[in-house]
């Protein structure tokens, strides 16, 4: 077994379910985690980590694989600081929503002897925190990796099977035993899609929930009479902004370039109100759905 301590920096949602999911599926190594001391405690109480500390430094050194799990903007900052404490042939990754910025960052910080392997598990729920991590939280769940030569562009004998270390390896076979698919792209390709798929939702989810909070009365009109399909519809408007804040400013530029799109398709649509021609916008709706419900039975 290559990995054998494994570190969990940041033990929210993301970090506490990878956490709980490594001891559901028998990790025999220690678990350390990583977090504010009242998180740590939870986490403990819970069974997700072994041992916690409150800093950074102490715990990436000596771990064999270290999961960056906080907000993006923190993982960009904390980069600096494994890089100088991962002993040689440490694997790092991440489970950051955008990628080009951190891929980037780790190739310009990180030693040549620390592998890294950016990481997106597709998975989550729109509230946060280690109380609602749950072990099978990424069954079933696309997990992206961006997995690149390496710092030096080159590979060597500690690599196996298409370049992957034998950590990364290892990490992703966890990643399967958790239930997830593992999917390989490129950063660029990841964040163009997760774009539209993730973030652009959310501001939709967002939008609607702040024009409708808006336009309530006194009597709670309209949000009163809002049954089944305002909720789901409206769900993820209740993350919070910190979570999406560095998300939305290291994807910018995917991010607007969808928005206006999007603008553009709801401007044709308000035109077609009382045309037949908005029959073909339900019918492409359609198809996506059906898209969507064909590849959920894979």
């Not at 906080?70 to 890089?83: F, K, N, R």
Request: charged share 25%.
């Amino acid at each position: 077994m290559v990995l054998q301590r494994i570190a969990v920096i940041g033990c929210g949602l993301l970090g506490g379910s990878f956490a709980l999911g490594l001891k559901k599926n028998g990790f025999a190594g220690e678990v350390i985690g990583c977090d504010r001391e009242e998180v740590l405690r939870a986490a403990r109480e819970r069974g997700a980590i072994d041992r916690g500390l409150t800093d950074t430094g102490e715990a990436v050194a000596g771990a064999d694989l270290v999961v960056l799990s906080t907000p993006v903007g923190t993982i960009l900052d904390l980069l600096p600081q494994v890089a100088k404490r991962a002993r040689p042939g440490t694997l790092v990754t991440d489970t950051g929503s955008t990628k080009v910025r951190i891929c980037r960052r780790a190739r310009e910080v990180l030693p040549e002897s620390v592998s890294f392997l950016g990481g997106h598990p597709l998975a989550g729920k729109e509230t946060s925190g280690i109380e609602n991590a749950e072990a099978d939280l990424f069954a079933g769940a696309k997990y992206v990796v961006i997995k690149e030569e390496n710092q030096a562009g080159r590979r060597d004998s500690s690599t196996s099977g298409l370049g992957m270390t034998n950590a990364g390896e290892e990490f992703l076979s966890w990643v399967r035993r958790l239930g997830a698919e593992p999917v390989e792209m490129e950063a660029e390709t990841h964040d163009w899609a997760v774009a539209w798929i993730s973030h652009a939702p959310q501001l939709v989810a967002t939008a609607l929930a702040s024009a409708v909070w808006d336009e309530t009365d006194e009597d709670g009109l309209p949000l009163a009479l809002a049954a089944s399909g305002f909720r789901e519809m409206t769900r993820l408007a209740a993350s919070p902004y910190d979570l999406w804040r560095d998300i939305c400013r290291t994807n910018s530029e995917n991010l607007a370039r969808a928005l206006e799109r999007l603008e553009q398709r709801l401007a044709r649509m308000r035109g077609q109100l009382r045309s037949g021609e908005l029959a073909a916008e339900f019918e492409k709706a359609r198809q996506a759905c059906a898209a969507l419900r064909k590849e959920g039975k894979r």
